[in-house]
């Protein structure tokens, strides 16, 4: 199945099936939002299921191509972010000369989850000099899980998979991680794509709980990244295990992959700034590609091998916000 | 006014106002969470005053004693905990040896909202062997404080004081502490006493945007700390501004002071473990209090100085909580 949320005035908007090429919608019959869908999965999933084939044999329906989308998951209870990819981590290390983390332990920080901005609106951010970035991911949207799951366990909560920017101040960053107490202005709102999709959207693409497609990033219409998903030291299994060895993950959680990125990152591009900039870095002696000016526009979009949509499109355009 | 939120089976419960000697409780006419209190405080409050006036006027009236309270907030869309008693800091730091944290730049940290634990309930946590460990804290809500709000702005914003438990792990902090990521595990959810109050029912103990009353904390019936609350390096004010420098806060964000502590912390004691097996490491060698045990208990109460109930008190005991 695939669910977008529309506006329709309230924090949370309206739930709707979305058709299978993405071009046409119905609002949910049972259920008005995400959060509610997430907290009755297996009561509300049958029903829906009937409604997503109809929808996707007939060929008549209101266009999606235009709607007026939000998030799928407006605001969460609760949003994790990881680091799974090695290549950007180890990168990272490497650079910035930041303690190895421990083998066995996945990377990982409590991010701000009263709203996800859609994938079109304008992204309000107070200064260039913070360094503004981008971060393409991957994430999964899970119900209930109980402390102490194991990763087989977890995995059975995942209910959706959605495709994320995870919008980030990189000159607030190394301040904030020097302290121990971790990113808050480092780690703005993030952005998702106006489509959610369940697992089995993705075939065979869906593999040992990584999505195994490539993620593409242009930086004002110019290709930017083409990194592929699958590369993740730790599935998105592993990391809701880890999440939840200390607490009871609340249904409607939503967890990420961190920045997408493989160890070709010389030839097909990175999924954020700060990664090509520790490239040019290695390479050249020094970061030649600045970070974002209000007026940069991020496009993200991760496809189907065969071209198919999936999750859709974040286009977004950076501005000026907060006080004059 | 004083407000209390009573269980009636959903996720939010519903809000009651309480009277002033925290003996008797009505519900809120015209609203039935607290969240939607904070989103429309200016619209609600009159009335609710009028509500409250007429509950203190009274001597009639359910008992709130023994009401089946969950915290007053019982979930929240953000929660951001500061570290604001320098001399609670300043100790951590000359132990642990970490960096010292730049002078003008409030520590922070980004913590779980998905649920704050009533004051009475049992406290679900996996491993003793995790350094479980309390913090004892005041905290305010807000409504909505938008990006780039000064410090006086950010003041008017405060709708509601609360007293907190932080509870905390220590064992996994410092690892977490080394990547730079900050806290997920070291900080699981948090309790609220049972009222939150407005800032006038503090009189002039609500004093630079600071709460001078002090904080008793008892473990296993046994006197732990009486700390001051006043002596904080930021009032919650500057640390809203902190906070609001590169977002909106969302109506209903919780914002924490950090452990209560004072400088004469020898003589009259902490609102954490940690900071007492600091002072013994310094003292004598070596911390000789233990982390908690399962079936511990931890009370916590502020109250005014003629010894007026403000918050009520949080009385709770520690469990194992997971798979066994």
């Known amino acids: 199945m ?15 099936l979305v058709s299978r090429d993405n071009l046409r919608c119905i609002p949910t019959e049972g259920v ?73 332990r996945p990377l990982m920080y ?32 899970v119900d209930a899980v109980p402390m102490g799951s194991t990763a087989a366990e977890a995995r059975a909560h995942i209910r959706l998979l959605v495709q994320i ?5 990189r000159a607030v960053a190394p301040v904030e991680m020097k302290t121990g107490f971790g990113w808050i202005h480092a780690k ?13 959207e993705l075939g065979a693409a869906w593999r040992d709980a990584r999505v195994d497609l490539p ?19 730790y599935g998105f299994d592993e990391l809701l295990a880890h999440a939840a060895c200390t607490r ?13 990125s493989n160890e070709n990152f010389r030839e097909i591009g990175s999924s954020c700034m700060a990664e090509r900039r520790a490239i040019e870095l290695l ?16 496009r993200m979009e991760c496809r189907l091998r065969d071209g198919g949509a999936l999750f859709g499109a974040i286009d977004q355009k950076v501005v000026k916000g907060g006080r004059a």
Chains 1, 2 share one sequence.
């Open 2 to 16: 695939r669910f977008a949320t529309l506006h329709d005035g309230t924090p949370d908007g309206r739930l709707h």
């Open 32 to 104: 008005q939002t995400l959060q509610q869908l997430i907290e009755s999965w297996d009561a509300l999933a049958p029903s829906l299921e009937e409604q997503y084939a109809a929808l996707n044999a007939s060929e008549e329906g209101p266009d999606f191509t235009a709607a007026p989308v939000m998030a799928p998951m407006p605001r969460a209870w609760q949003w994790l972010d990881g680091s799974a990819y090695d290549s950007h981590g180890d990168l990272m290390q490497k650079v910035f000369n930041h303690d190895p983390n421990p083998k066995g």
């Open 110 to 141: 409590q991010g701000l989850s009263d709203r996800f901005y859609g994938p079109l609106c304008d992204i309000p951010l107070p200064r260039e000099e913070d360094g503004i970035d981008f971060e393409g991911e991957f994430g999964v949207i």
């Open 165 to 169: 920017n995870d919008w980030s101040l």
């Open 188 to 200: 703005p709102a993030c952005s998702m794509a106006p489509v959610a999709v369940t697992p089995d």
């Open 215 to 233: 993620l593409a990033v242009d930086l004002n219409g110019a290709e930017f990244g083409r990194a592929e998903g699958y590369p993740m030291s």
């Open 248 to 260: 009871d993950l609340v249904a409607g959680t939503v967890l990420g992959s961190g920045t997408v």
């Open 283 to 298: 390479d050249e002696g020094a970061p030649r590609t600045p970070f974002l000016s209000f007026g940069d526009r991020v």
